[in-house]
């Protein structure tokens, strides 16, 4: 499995950023698909998932509204659009994929992970300026 995050930079608060991740090494289909961030001193979040072979799409309820997932299955890519961020979406951004991996979160919190052995590729850092 591999995974490479692009498309992050500086951008004012309020402004706009598309992530792109491309992927190879495994059959889309298969694997649940998501997008974490690691902001500095804080743990890794989810901020959307998709479980294999499709079917909704979840969000961090946070982060819903600004943030769109979507995914080119002919291209084995996937996008993460980002508007109005703000200074704290100041962080490191990843793609990731587990083999027949699902959408679920643990009790007591709002992000959602995947099941099955996670996959993450290399981030790429967004830094938002106030």
């Known amino acids: 499995v591999q995974l490479q995050a692009s498309g992050g930079g500086l951008v004012q608060a309020g402004g706009s950023l598309r992530l792109s991740c491309a992927a190879s090494?495994?059959?889309?289909?298969?694997?649940?698909l998501a997008w974490f961030r690691q902001a500095p001193g804080k743990e890794r979040e989810g901020i959307s998932c998709?479980?294999?072979?499709?079917?909704?799409?979840f969000y961090t309820n946070y982060l819903e509204g600004r943030f769109k997932f979507s995914r080119d299955d002919a291209e084995k890519k996937l996008f993460l659009q980002m508007n109005n961020l703000q200074p704290e979406d100041t962080a490191v951004y990843y793609c990731?994929?587990?083999?027949?991996?699902?959408?679920?979160?643990?009790?007591?919190?709002?992000?959602?992970?995947?099941?099955?052995?996670?996959?993450y590729g290399q981030g790429t850092l967004v830094t938002v300026s106030s």
């Open positions: 990731a994929a587990a083999e027949r991996g699902t959408c679920f979160r643990y009790n007591g919190r709002w992000d959602y992970t995947l099941t099955g052995q996670i996959s």
């Open positions: 998709i479980g294999h072979f499709g079917g909704n799409t």
């Open positions: 090494g495994f059959t889309f289909d298969n694997y649940g």
